[in-house]
Structures are given as structure tokens and as C-alpha cells.
């Protein structure tokens, strides 16, 4: 997670954004490896827990665990960033 759309924002919130992607990224690279990489993939990538656990030979409860572990680790970061969307499960099939 490294850019920020900034057509529509003045210096203090670009700003801000930068310092709340740097700590989102912070937060992502303490995750265990397997949560980070999962998080990544569903959010960046649009994989979904299907693929994922296709691609990894599990199941996709385990794909699903793991996002969970990583986005409950991760809402104190993402809530603090104006606009931020957090999608529950449901939403990654």
C-alpha cells in the first residue's frame, strides 16, 4: 500500500495521509508473515479466499482467518484515515 490519490486534497491532508499509510504499512509489516501476505493479496491484488487458498493448498477458512487476524490487527490504523472503508468478509468470497 503506497500511493495516495491527491488530485483532490490540499497540503495538510496529503499530509496526513502520508503519515497514515506510513503507520498502516508499519502496522502491516508487524503481522505474521502469512496474515501480511494474505492482506495484501485480498486488498491490493483482489484476490479472493478461494484463490488464495487454491494457491496455497488449504482451505479457505484458513484464507479467512488470516485476513481476519490481519484486518482486527489493522482497524485501529485504517480508522484513523478520513474516508477509509474497511469491507467485512462477506465481501472476499
Not at 9 to 26: F, H, R, W
Not at 74 to 91: K, R
Request: no cysteine; glycine share 4%; hydrophobic share 45%.
Amino acid at each position: 500500500m503506497d500511493q495516495i490519490a491527491t488530485d483532490r486534497m490540499n497540503p495538510e491532508e496529503i499530509l496526513l495521509a502520508k503519515e497514515s499509510l506510513a503507520g498502516i504499512n508499519a502496522a502491516i509489516d508487524q503481522l505474521p508473515e502469512a496474515a501480511a501476505e494474505v492482506f495484501r493479496r485480498v486488498v491490493l491484488e483482489r484476490y479472493t479466499f478461494a484463490e488464495l487458498a487454491a494457491k496455497h493448498g488449504v482451505q479457505p477458512r484458513v484464507v479467512a482467518s488470516l485476513y481476519e487476524l490481519a484486518r482486527s490487527r489493522l482497524a485501529g490504523e485504517v480508522s484513523i484515515i478520513p474516508g477509509a472503508d474497511v469491507q467485512s468478509d462477506d465481501a472476499h468470497p
